[in-house]
């Protein structure tokens, strides 16, 4: 069982309480009588959440929460007690965020960005707003200019804070907002730099082919004085320093730019510019 999570289980028989889920390994999990629909019937395979209810047993449910595993969201506080802050997540228990695992003491009827994260001793489910700790680095240069799910986070003096796929911190720089946009809702938005520490700048609409980033500009300024440069992915990263004065990661997100815009041709040991 995927504690936090959907599971695709089958029905195995139907008691007083309710219906008995199996996995593959036959473990097995009550979905209670309240959940039970008049078409289900055994040997039916169901879609269902996983968590513990309040006497901690692991339970199913058909309910849908607003935030799964490992995911972000931002959730209302319901209650504030001695024990920690309480969250509407959309299930029958609340969602409880330590003290230790809140930025600042939470306040009763606010919303915050949270992240649900799995006890692995205890099984519990638990939320923290420490989400900085929790986010994916971005290294992947082939997501650069790709469509991709973002959610709208806070607004800072540079910009507004996203979420983007549920893995990566990014922003949307101030100059780049071009319509309103609410916080914790759900946008469709473009990475188009990776930063040196895995954060990602972001923007509402894809790039045109010849808006590049300083590093792009400045490697494609280089190359139009000189043809080619000798060097590649796989060079040494001092070798990338001396010759153009950024690091390797720096120059690796460059030449895909550049490369997925066709401004560049690369080879084993070289990159160059491509014939108009």
């Given at each position: 069982?995927?504690?936090?999570?959907?599971n695709?289980?089958?029905i195995?028989r139907?008691?007083?309480?309710?219906?008995?889920?199996?996995?593959?390994?036959?473990?097995d999990?009550?979905?209670?009588?309240?959940?039970?629909?008049?078409?289900?019937?055994?040997?039916e395979?169901?879609s269902?959440?996983?968590?513990k209810?309040?006497?901690?047993?692991?339970?199913?449910?058909?309910?849908?929460?607003k935030i799964?595993?490992?995911?972000?969201?931002?959730?209302?506080?319901k209650?504030?007690n001695?024990?920690?802050?309480?969250?509407?997540?959309?299930?029958?228990?609340?969602l409880m965020?330590?003290?230790?695992?809140q930025?600042?003491?939470?306040?009763?009827?606010?919303?915050y960005?949270?992240?649900?994260q799995l006890d692995q001793?205890?099984?519990?489910?638990?939320?923290?707003t420490?989400?900085?700790?929790?986010?994916?680095?971005?290294?992947?240069?082939?997501?650069?200019?790709?469509?991709?799910?973002?959610?709208i986070?806070?607004?800072?003096d540079?910009?507004?804070?996203?979420?983007?796929?549920?893995?990566?911190?990014?922003i949307?720089?101030?100059?780049?907002?071009?319509?309103?946009?609410?916080r914790?809702s759900?946008?469709?938005g473009?990475?188009?730099?990776?930063?040196e520490?895995?954060?990602?700048d972001?923007?509402?609409?894809?790039?045109?082919?010849?808006?590049f980033d300083?590093?792009?500009?400045?490697?494609?300024?280089?190359?139009?004085?000189?043809?080619?440069?000798y060097?590649?992915d796989?060079?040494?990263?001092?070798q990338?320093?001396?010759?153009?004065?950024?690091?390797?990661k720096?120059?690796?997100q460059?030449?895909?730019?550049?490369?997925?815009?066709?401004?560049?041709?690369?080879?084993?040991?070289?990159?160059?510019?491509?014939?108009?």
């Amino acid at each position: 069982m995927n504690i936090g999570q959907y599971n695709e289980l089958t029905i195995l028989r139907f008691t007083a309480p309710g219906a008995y889920l199996a996995d593959d390994q036959d473990n097995d999990v009550l979905l209670p009588g309240k959940y039970i629909t008049d078409d289900m019937h055994e040997g039916e395979i169901v879609s269902v959440f996983i968590y513990k209810d309040s006497e901690d047993r692991i339970v199913a449910t058909t309910e849908n929460p607003k935030i799964v595993l490992e995911e972000f969201a931002y959730l209302k506080v319901k209650e504030v007690n001695a024990f920690g802050a309480f969250l509407d997540w959309g299930l029958e228990k609340d969602l409880m965020v330590p003290f230790k695992e809140q930025n600042q003491l939470m306040e009763e009827g606010k919303y915050y960005l949270v992240t649900l994260q799995l006890d692995q001793l205890t099984d519990r489910l638990y939320a923290s707003t420490k989400v900085n700790r929790y986010f994916k680095e971005c290294t992947d240069i082939e997501l650069i200019n790709q469509e991709m799910d973002i959610m709208i986070g806070d607004t800072t003096d540079l910009g507004i804070k996203v979420v983007v796929a549920n893995l990566y911190a990014g922003i949307i720089y101030r100059n780049d907002v071009s319509r309103p946009l609410r916080r914790g809702s759900f946008e469709k938005g473009f990475i188009y730099t990776i930063r040196e520490d895995g954060k990602v700048d972001v923007r509402l609409e894809k790039a045109g082919f010849e808006k590049f980033d300083e590093a792009a500009e400045r490697l494609l300024q280089m190359l139009q004085e000189r043809k080619i440069l000798y060097l590649s992915d796989k060079s040494d990263p001092d070798q990338i320093r001396e010759e153009v004065g950024m690091s390797k990661k720096t120059f690796k997100q460059a030449i895909g730019k550049l490369y997925k815009a066709r401004r560049i041709k690369i080879s084993e040991n070289s990159i160059e510019i491509a014939a108009e």
